[in-house]
Each structure stands twice: as structure tokens, then as C-alpha cells.
């Protein structure tokens, strides 16, 4: 078992993505909460929050380490819960439906769980 974190401009998006991953099976469920979160980001026009108006712009941007400002946003942080196996199609989905330039997907292994959650966690995300 896994824990996936990301964050999410607004609340909208988050349950957007977290329930698509859901009825997917990608996931057996997801915590979402809000969040104040500080941090660098490269283009100082504007924040990570304003997404590009192209895909070619998005797609050429270039993270410019230790040439931007730190932004403070407030935000929507999820908790995913998922089998280890699926990390990379459920890396592969937010990054491909999330609004931010650079999306934080982080996974986190759960070294003890409880032998009944991970039975759920396992029947819940079984694929057809």
C-alpha cells in the first residue's frame, strides 16, 4: 500500500480528479482537505495557479531553479490510497488532468497497516 499526496488549486478540480481515480478503481479512496502552502516557483508573473493557455507553452516551460519568488496559496491537499502497483497509472492520470504546470504527486509506502484495511484497500482497487 501506498500513499499518494498532491495538491490542487481548488476544490472543484481535487474532487474531479479524486472521484474519476475512484470509479476507475485506480484508488480505494482519498482524504481532501485545505491547506496554506508556501513555495518557490519560476515565473514570477504569475503563480503555478494560472495555468497556461496553450499546450505548446505548457509543454516548453522550463523550471528555472533559484530564479523565481516564493508564493504563498491557499490550496486543497489530497491523500490518496492505493495499491503500489498502480502509483504509475494514477501519476499518469493526475498529470494529465491537472491544472498545474508542475502537479506534486509524492508516494509514500505504508510500512504497517492494518491486515483488514489493506484486505479493503486491495477488493476495492481489483480491476475487471
Not at 501506498?2 to 470509479?23: H, M, Q, R, S, Y
Not at 509524492?106 to 479493503?120: F, H, M, Q, R, S
Amino acid at each position: 500500500m501506498i500513499l499518494i499526496l498532491t495538491t490542487f488549486p481548488n476544490k472543484a478540480e481535487a474532487v474531479k480528479i479524486g472521484d474519476a481515480l475512484l470509479e476507475k478503481r485506480l484508488i480505494a479512496c482519498y482524504n481532501l482537505f485545505p491547506v496554506e502552502s508556501a513555495y518557490w516557483w519560476h515565473a514570477p508573473s504569475k503563480s503555478q495557479h494560472e495555468p497556461s493557455t496553450n499546450s505548446s507553452e505548457k509543454a516548453s516551460a522550463k523550471i528555472r531553479l533559484g530564479k523565481g519568488k516564493t508564493v504563498k496559496d491557499k490550496e486543497f491537499s489530497m491523500i490518496i490510497k492505493t495499491k503500489d502497483e498502480n502509483f504509475k497509472k494514477v501519476e499518469s492520470f493526475i498529470q494529465k488532468n491537472h491544472s498545474y504546470e508542475v502537479p506534486e504527486i509524492v508516494a509514500i509506502k505504508a510500512e504497517k497497516v492494518t491486515k483488514p484495511y489493506l484486505d479493503w484497500l486491495n477488493q476495492e482497487t481489483k480491476q475487471d
